[in-house]
């Protein structure tokens, strides 16, 4: 068992290396000096295809990668990507985990993305994930334990130390809050959109506090009267950065409002 000054010196430690050992999201980067400029798509339209090839060639395509450093707090840029995303409210609140009920809109796959994210990285377990994504994925989704995020997390706990799963006995909590989102595309029909979240990560220890910027992209399907994640391939690694910086305005992140 630790003991606290191990557990605060952990904690030091540990936001460190929450932003140097999340390598399986950063993996695959690309200098963005020697990348085209992501235009974001309008919100809304798509990509001129529907159907699986569509859907499967919209979620492998790649995104502007940036460089780790860009995930740490630093200026924020005086430029936008564009206007800020209006997020739909949900119509249903009982007996689900997370909010659902949003409208047949792009924007109502990014407020549910959000939504699932927010819940999903509460405590960064890897489990927690699981339980939140599960409830949302349709029959054929990614497994939860194949998903980017939930790699990231048993990264994040094994290079901090902590248990796999399960809040900490140390007293660290950590949390995601959205602040910026965009659309990757979506198909002719717009039942299929590849949704993207920005937000900041935050790890607190007894008021010690260490955050940086953590992004993700997922599929989502219209079935029925709800967004949900999409039966197959998953989408690409996001351009994680610090919300608001010129890496996250060069990747195509806008603001959000709801």
């Keep these: 068992m ?26 695959d980067r690309q200098d963005p000096s020697a990348a085209a400029p992501a ?3 309008p919100i809304g339209t798509g990509d001129g295809g529907s159907g699986p090839a ?27 990507a564009g206007p800020p995303i209006v997020l739909p409210q949900p119509q249903q609140f009982v007996a689900t985990l997370v909010p659902i009920g949003f409208p047949d809109t792009a924007e109502g796959a990014v407020a549910q993305l959000v939504e699932l994210m927010k819940a999903g990285l509460s405590g960064g377990d890897p489990q927690v994930w699981a339980q939140i994504y599960n409830s949302l994925a349709e029959p054929g989704a990614q497994p939860a334990n194949r998903t980017t995020t939930s790699n990231d997390l048993a990264d994040l706990r094994r290079g901090a130390h902590l248990r796999p ?14 602040t910026s ?10 039942t299929y959109v590849v949704a993207c979240a920005l937000g900041e990560f935050v790890a607190d220890n007894n008021g010690r506090v ?11 399907r219209r079935v029925g009267d709800q967004w ?9 690694i996001a351009p994680s950065a610090w919300p608001g910086s010129d890496e996250a305005v060069a990747a195509g992140w806008r603001d959000i409002q709801r």
């Design 228 to 236: 949900r994640v999409a039966s197959g391939p998953t989408a690409a």
């Design 181 to 190: 989102a965009m659309v990757k595309g979506s198909t002719a029909d717009g």
């Design 165 to 178: 799963t399960g809040a900490s006995s140390s007293g660290l909590r950590m949390s995601w809050a959205p």
């Design 2 to 27: 630790l003991i606290l000054g191990a557990v605060t010196a952990l904690a030091l430690a540990t936001v460190v290396v929450l932003v140097l050992s999340l390598t399986g999201m950063f993996s």
């Design 39 to 41: 235009q974001p798509a």
């Design 54 to 80: 569509a859907e499967a060639e919209l979620a492998a395509r790649p995104m502007l990668q940036v460089p780790l450093a860009a995930i740490q707090p630093h200026t924020l840029s005086t430029r936008t």
């Design 210 to 220: 260490v955050s940086f910027g953590w992004g993700d992209c997922l599929p989502m």
